[in-house]
């Protein structure tokens, strides 16, 4: 069966905080554990009222702590904000603590608006513009250490934490297809580049030391239910969540509601749907059909599920639904 994983946003509700948001993602994580889920996947973003994974190394660690046997990783570590030898070492630290589970995704963008990306980096000389030659760096920390090397990380040096490129446009593809690491793509957010980006990393693929074929992973949004009515009702949450940050106006994860109509305009109502576009949502078999389009369409080596609902039990629900829906799809395209 393709491998399927877990994108996880840590979500804050309205009317509760950050220390529910990491009790709720820490429980997720047992329970993906449990279904078969491959990883789980964190994601840096800051200023976000609604979202509590902004320390992405500290929830891993949470995670990993709390989980036995299923990955946890970045999707991703905004590298821009940081410098490379930071990143090496509280990888180097995780992969010390977590032998064998730890997963570097790295992404190229703020994750943030300018003003607060300023705030994390002090000034902007740091930026997307440097991107590979940062991802050279990160690389170059986790080799063995050489005899009278300046700098080392430590922990880090000769560790095996595999990295990721995550994008949303054709240059994160690109350049995983140079450098020979695997690929993730954010179509649950930016579906417009997905087909051309996974063409341009499989055509371009250059075998490295990291991975000897292409490995393409793609992420979608995943809301299930026992009908398809309660799933429509459930998506209202992020809907309203894309409206409010597309407003500039972000904030705590809202409760769903029976309808939208009235409070978002056409425009915002087709600017939404599109970005969602990749998206599964329904009872049981109308998710076990959704998923199997979506792979048949992009053929993945592996399929990455977020789902930000509001009810943490209906949370649950979906993932462990998506979970049966891919037993149900076993023998479909990628590989384990």
Not at 17 to 36: I, K, S
Not at 73 to 88: C, D, E, K, R, T
Not at 125 to 148: G, I, K, M, T
Not at 186 to 195: E, I, R, V
Request: glycine share 8%; proline share 7%; net charge negative.
């Amino acid at each position: 069966m393709i491998p399927f994983s877990v994108l996880d946003l840590s979500p804050i509700l309205q009317g509760s905080d950050a220390t529910q948001a990491f009790r709720n993602t820490l429980d997720l994580a047992r329970h993906a554990e449990r279904w078969g889920y491959k990883r789980y996947w964190l994601a840096e973003h800051h200023n976000m009222p609604g979202i509590a994974s902004a320390a992405t190394s500290v929830v891993i660690g949470h995670v990993a702590g709390g989980t036995s046997t299923i990955r946890v990783g970045s999707g991703g570590v905004m590298l821009p904000n940081h410098a490379p030898l930071v990143i090496a070492e509280q990888f180097g630290t995780l992969e010390a603590l977590f032998p064998g589970r730890i997963d570097l995704g790295l992404g190229r963008a703020p994750g943030t608006d300018q003003a607060t990306a300023r705030a994390l980096r002090r000034d902007l000389d740091s930026n997307a513009d440097s991107f590979p030659q940062d991802v050279l760096e990160l690389q170059s920390y986790f080799r063995p250490a050489a005899p009278h090397q300046t700098i080392r990380a430590v922990p880090g040096a000769g560790l095996n934490v595999p990295l990721w490129l995550l994008g949303s446009s054709l240059f994160s593809a690109q350049l995983a297809a140079v450098l020979g690491l695997p690929f993730a793509f954010a179509s649950h957010f930016a579906p417009d580049h997905l087909m051309a980006a996974l063409r341009i990393y499989r055509a371009q693929f250059k075998p490295s030391e990291a991975l000897e074929r292409p490995y393409a992973m793609v992420c979608v949004n995943a809301f299930a239910a026992d009908t398809d009515a309660e799933a429509q009702r459930l998506v209202t949450s992020l809907q309203q969540q894309f409206i409010n940050l597309r407003r500039g106006q972000p904030g705590p994860l809202q409760p769903p509601v029976d309808s939208l109509e009235g409070r978002w305009s056409p425009m915002e109502k087709a600017g939404v749907e599109h970005a969602l576009s990749y998206s599964v949502l329904g009872s049981p078999e109308t998710v076990r059909r959704g998923l199997a389009a979506i792979l048949e369409q992009t053929a993945p080596d592996e399929l990455m599920v977020t789902g930000q609902i509001y009810d943490h039990a209906a949370r649950l629900r979906s993932f462990e639904l998506v979970a049966e829906a891919r037993a149900a799809l076993a023998g479909g395209p990628g590989s384990p």
